[in-house]
């Protein structure tokens, strides 16, 4: 009965618009309190408990730096020095822009690791760019959402330090190492329908008529840019940094490159940026503290064992579960944001893990590429709803677009599944 109000009254809430966090915290506030009528004020006190508990882990520290990261690099004028040096070595023509989006959006990852970010800083620069060259503004926002999904790929990836801090066995650099080899994967499925696409409907015809960018001077205005991702995961390779260090580290090297180098910012456009970053950090750790209030009443109510018991033994066999888990989880990212998934989902699904023997790291990439998924798919997907903003189109305008590129990133997931090493290999070199 208890298990069943729980969901029940989860999925009500979020059916009737409350936020998530709220959802979360109410419908395991409620499930607590009724499990034990005649003490429901003692357990209660474990709500408070829960709450406090979500939040004080010191890797979560990571989390404002990263999205505060994005927003400093989002006006540092970073992103428009690459697309240019981008251009330069892509040269122009049919579908050229494309790649250059998904290949900027794919180094940006390496900066901030926030899709949405991401998606905000290339869409300024390259949906002008690529209206101007004859791309139809649905095709380019469709672009731009689905190269910064790559995004939570690759390190820093603010979905890895999450999922590090669920489960522990997987340490926060060892996801980073993982997703650098699937992040580039996705980076090369997305690019090759992007690319068809827009040679079969004779897009960017206009493209080729624009200048292309001198090559050395390209690289000498990029070169602070491109230093960022060397900073940052080099110094944590070396141990300089922890990643927590490492996101602190980047926010003062972006204030550097976009007050001091490029100039693209003063002293008075910070607070702006701290707001905006502050506004978004709190929605996500509050999220998560009240996310540790729901993990908790699975685990008191003793609703994960049965579940679980339920799928092991239900005759699907290893890759049926998989291919289940895979459906539930990309449908799942197609209603609600990946950080989302994470806590609600990953204490149901790490005793199905643990059962089947899978590797936590491996299926933490897994688990990372079906989120990626979801945020460039309709209904609610936050990167498309960044770039349709700004291309200024509806989403559902963009679905044509969407669905292959979907199919591009899940021959990345598949490809994962099928060769385990693609995720494995560089953790296990560097000795993590």
């Not at 395991?28 to 034990?36: P, W, Y």
Request: proline content about 7%; charged content about 10%.
């Amino acid at each position: 009965m208890i298990p069943t109000l729980l969901f029940t009254l989860f999925a009500i809430l979020m059916i009737i618009g409350v936020p998530v966090g709220v959802s979360l915290g109410a419908a395991g506030s409620l499930a607590i309190a009724l499990a034990n009528p005649e003490t429901h004020w003692f357990g209660m006190m474990a709500v408070s408990q829960s709450f406090y508990a979500g939040l004080a882990k010191y890797p979560l520290l990571a989390i404002p730096m990263f999205v505060l990261v994005g927003s400093i690099f989002d006006r540092s004028g970073v992103a428009a020095r690459l697309v240019r040096l981008a251009i330069s070595m892509t040269g122009r023509g049919p579908g050229m822009l494309a790649v250059v989006a998904i290949s900027v959006a794919m180094f940006l990852g390496g900066i901030s690791g926030s899709g949405p970010a991401c998606a905000a800083a290339v869409g300024a620069v390259m949906i002008t760019a690529m209206n101007r060259a004859g791309y139809p503004p649905p095709y380019s926002a469709s672009i731009i959402a689905a190269g910064a999904s790559t995004d939570i790929l690759i390190p820093p990836s603010i979905a890895f330090i999450v999922y590090s801090i669920l489960v522990p066995q997987a340490s926060v650099p060892a996801m980073f190492a993982a997703g650098m080899f699937p992040g580039l994967l996705a980076g090369v499925f997305l690019i090759i329908p992007a690319v068809w696409l827009a040679r079969r409907d004779n897009m960017g015809q206009r493209e080729a008529a624009e200048p292309r960018p001198p090559f050395w001077r390209s690289l000498y205005e990029a070169i602070w840019g491109l230093a960022a991702p060397v900073i940052i995961l080099g110094g944590m390779r070396m141990g300089y940094f922890t990643p927590t260090e490492a996101a602190v580290v980047a926010v003062f090297y972006g204030l550097f490159i976009g007050i001091f180098v490029h100039r693209t910012m003063t002293v008075r456009d910070l607070f702006p940026i701290l707001r905006e970053a502050g506004e978004l950090s709190a929605v996500i750790m509050l999220i998560v503290t009240l996310a540790g209030i729901f993990a908790w009443s699975l685990s008191t109510l003793s609703i994960i064992d049965p579940i679980t018991e339920a799928i092991v033994h239900s005759g699907l066999g290893e890759y049926g579960v998989l291919t289940l888990v895979i459906l539930l989880l990309i449908v799942l990212g197609m209603f609600l944001d990946g950080i989302s998934i994470f806590l609600i989902f990953v204490p149901l699904i790490m005793p199905i893990v643990q059962a089947f023997h899978w590797d936590v790291v491996w299926f933490g990439v897994l688990l990372t590429l079906m989120v990626a998924v979801g945020q460039f798919t309709p209904p609610v997907a936050v990167n498309l709803m960044v770039s349709s903003k700004i291309a200024n189109v509806p989403i559902e305008s963009t679905v044509r677009y969407v669905l292959w590129l979907v199919g591009g990133m899940l021959c990345a997931l598949i490809a994962v599944i099928l060769f385990p090493e693609i995720a494995l290999w560089l953790p296990r070199y560097l000795g993590y």
